[in-house]
Nanobody, 123 residues
Framework: QVQLVESGGGLVQAGGSLRLSCAAS????????MGWFRQAPGKEREFVAA????????YYAEPAKGRFTISRDNAKNTVYLQMNSLKPEDTAVYYC????????????????WGQGTQVTVSS
């Protein structure tokens, strides 16, 4: 049974930082590209960042470029999202996802999803 469990969300002031983690189990983690998505109330789930199975390639949505960093530790079966210079518009539930087909920015490319972690940025 595949499980993706996110952690690290919370309430932070604008300009602050958070580091999200996603621990994976029940799959060969190093065979999967991993992605982070987010969903704000009343909005569709949107792509934030993705990383290839090896960690050699990373991809970011425009709002995340220069502020967020995705990384992974295949020995720990964990993917991370370091978020700096947070803005109120970053407020959302953040989800991690696993893609066997090296998917990147489409939700349809991903096979497994976590339950999400809430990030709230106050102004």
């Amino acid at each position: 049974q595949v499980q993706l469990v996110e952690s690290g969300g919370g309430l932070v002031q604008a300009g602050g930082s958070l580091r999200l983690s996603c621990a994976a189990s029940g799959l060969t983690f190093s065979s999967y590209a991993m992605g982070w998505f987010r969903q704000a109330p009343g909005k569709e789930r949107e792509f934030v960042a993705a990383i290839s199975w090896s960690g050699g390639s990373t991809y970011y949505a425009e709002p995340a470029k220069g502020r967020f960093t995705i990384s992974r530790d295949n020995a720990k079966n964990t993917v991370y999202l370091q978020m700096n210079s947070l803005k109120p518009e970053d407020t959302a539930v953040y989800y991690c996802a696993a893609s066997f087909e090296d998917g990147y920015d489409s939700i349809y490319d991903y096979d497994y999803w976590g339950q999400g972690t809430q990030v709230t940025v106050s102004s």
